[in-house]
């Protein structure tokens, strides 16, 4: 029997999950809460979903359904993860888990006392090359790790509208960060942290951050708002255009490494830009989506299928990611070291 999903979000990434939750096999796509009635209808018609709702919590209260994957705005995570995990049934919520790290360990706490299995989507652990170097690192070949590096800077274009949102580190570094914890297999303990800002938004532009960890390895943290227009564009949907330039570097004793997101086969030129099309994240294909994206929402389906946790999605560190994140907030803004 396929598995009965309902969508809460049917905003620019909540189509991308529809998409891949319709095309599934062992899957159904069975309702959607979104409260834009013109952008719920258009999204239920496009993949023949009968049951539309205006609230999530419409959703979370429908029988019928076995599984529930929220993608809605950061700041309803929270108070709409309370009401899913409540259910008991799985649930997934696209990153950050929750605003505040208290918010993601309350909802934690409640899905472990009603069983509801969460994951949280931090995509980049779908990704091959990520996945593969974090299998190379599990090995232990690379000996004792000396430093992690991660960086994402990203479009200057897409600052404006998230500017005021939320601070850049809940925004853009939440994955690395993610990456950091899941790469290193221990725990930060001290963090310094410094920002770039150009402006009163409460969001800074940039964010650069030294983190160290209990086995001693040293993480490195950049995040900035300023990749120009004609830069190579590696993302480019409907909703997106610019670029993401991101990157992993790894020093071990033995070993190291370095993962590049633009560095790929596949660049197409043109009079007016650069483009080196996704094969990584949620690349479309005659309409289909794939990637990162898919293999993520397939382990969730499969988690909802068996009942059986995800052997990548780690709750765990999905609320020690916030928990790092705001200990870097802290310590940019204080200008002290933070101890975790």
């Not at 929220?70 to 995990?85: I, K, M, N, R, Y």
């Not at 005021?164 to 939440?174: G, K, N, P, S, W």
Request: charged residues 20%; aromatic residues 6%.
């Amino acid at each position: 029997m396929a598995v009965r999903l309902g969508l809460a979000g049917a905003g620019r990434f909540g189509q991308l999950h529809a998409a891949v939750i319709a095309a599934h096999p062992g899957a159904c796509l069975s309702a959607i809460a979104d409260p834009c009635v013109e952008r719920r209808q258009e999204l239920a018609a496009r993949h023949g979903v009968a049951k539309q709702m205006e609230n999530a919590e419409e959703l979370f209260a429908d029988p019928d359904l076995d599984a529930f994957v929220l993608v809605t705005p950061d700041e309803l995570h929270a108070s709409q993860g309370l009401a899913a995990v409540a259910s008991g049934k799985p649930v997934f919520i696209e990153k950050p888990l929750a605003t505040t790290a208290a918010e993601a360990k309350a909802l934690q706490l409640a899905a472990k006392a009603s069983g509801s299995l969460v994951q949280c989507g931090l995509i980049l652990r779908y990704e091959l090359q990520h996945a593969l170097l974090q299998q190379e690192l599990a090995s232990g070949r690379f000996g004792d790790l000396v430093s992690l590096r991660v960086k994402r800077n990203v479009s200057a274009s897409w600052f404006e509208p998230v500017a005021d949102r939320a601070h850049t580190v809940f925004e853009t570094l939440i994955h690395d960060l993610d990456l950091l914890l899941w790469f290193s297999g221990s725990t930060p303990r001290r963090v310094m942290a410094m920002e770039r800002r150009f402006g009163t938004h409460r969001s800074p532009e940039g964010c650069f951050a030294l983190i160290e960890f209990a086995n001693g390895c040293i993480g490195f943290a950049e995040t900035s708002w300023f990749v120009p227009a004609r830069a190579p564009a590696n993302v480019s949907t409907e909703a997106w255009d610019g670029s993401i330039d991101a990157e992993v570097a790894v020093v071990g004793t033995r070993q190291s490494a370095q993962l590049r997101l633009l560095d790929s086969p596949l660049t197409i030129w043109s009079d007016d830009r650069i483009c080196v099309p996704d094969s990584q994240l949620w690349p479309q294909i005659h309409g289909q989506i794939g990637g990162a994206l898919q293999r993520e929402l397939h382990d969730f389906i499969e988690t909802a299928r068996s009942g059986v946790a995800s052997m990548t999605a780690n709750l765990d560190q999905a609320v020690a990611g916030l928990q790092l994140a705001e200990a870097i907030v802290a310590a940019a803004q204080s200008g002290q070291a933070v101890r975790l």
